[in-house]
């Protein structure tokens, strides 16, 4: 289940079950969002991204999905591995060139 | 075949001291970017580059202070540590696109004041 602690939210799920992260956005005005997928002592890693005219986008086994009247962005990860545990960041675009991200959510796939 | 590579990985220093960290990137990408994450893993972005020219200053100290020497490379200063500054810096670089702005990331420096 999902759990906010004294630090990050985590996301603790099983291997082979479908996990959903969720990223509540700021701007309305923002026109491009990115996922981020950050693993122990790494640097953030691309892992999908979506634009506004869009409300949702499929990669391999991930599922960006967008709804811009809540302001609310998710990352679907299908069938969890091991290899998925890690930090995920929303980020959305402020401005010309300028990321801003959201607070982070833990994501512990045990085998 | 390094995209985003930063120097050093670690750095522990004493409070008061002035140090260094190097980042280049051969993406041949317009744009460099400063962020510091803290303990809580927030990241913040601290400076952009473009073309050798300061775009975003997040209020930081200015005890920071990127530099430029080219186009591949934007190291960032720090004068006068404080242990406040203890943190994983991360450099990072993207195109000149409007219509994306996907940014990669290095590897971080993990920054610890004593």
């Known amino acids: 289940g999902e759990s906010v602690g004294l630090h990050l939210p985590t996301l603790s799920v099983q291997e082979g079950d479908n996990s959903i992260i969720n990223c509540a956005y700021s701007n309305s005005a923002s026109d491009y969002f990115i996922w981020y997928k950050q693993e122990s002592g790494k640097g953030p890693q691309f892992i999908i991204d979506i634009r506004s005219n869009m409300d949702k986008r499929q990669g391999q086994r991930v599922t960006v999905l967008l709804n811009k009247t809540v302001k609310h962005l998710s990352l679907q990860i299908a069938a969890t591995q091991p290899g998925d545990s890690a930090v995920y960041f929303c980020a959305e675009r402020t401005g010309y060139s300028t990321l801003t991200f959201g607070k982070g959510t833990m994501l512990l796939v045990s085998p | 075949d390094t995209a985003v590579s930063q120097t050093p990985k670690y750095l522990v220093t004493q409070m008061g001291n002035d140090k260094s960290i190097k980042c280049e990137q051969n993406?041949?990408?317009?744009?460099m970017y400063w962020y510091k994450q803290d303990s809580k893993k927030f990241l913040k972005i601290m400076f952009s580059y473009n073309n050798k020219e300061l775009i975003i200053n997040e209020t930081v100290p200015n005890r920071f202070s990127p530099k430029s020497p080219d186009k591949a490379h934007l190291n960032l200063h720090i004068n006068s540590l404080e242990l406040g500054d203890s943190a994983v810096y991360f450099c990072a670089s993207s195109p000149l696109d409007r219509d994306y702005n996907e940014q990669f990331f290095g590897p971080g420096t993990r920054l610890t004041v004593l």
């Open positions: 993406l041949g990408h317009d744009t």
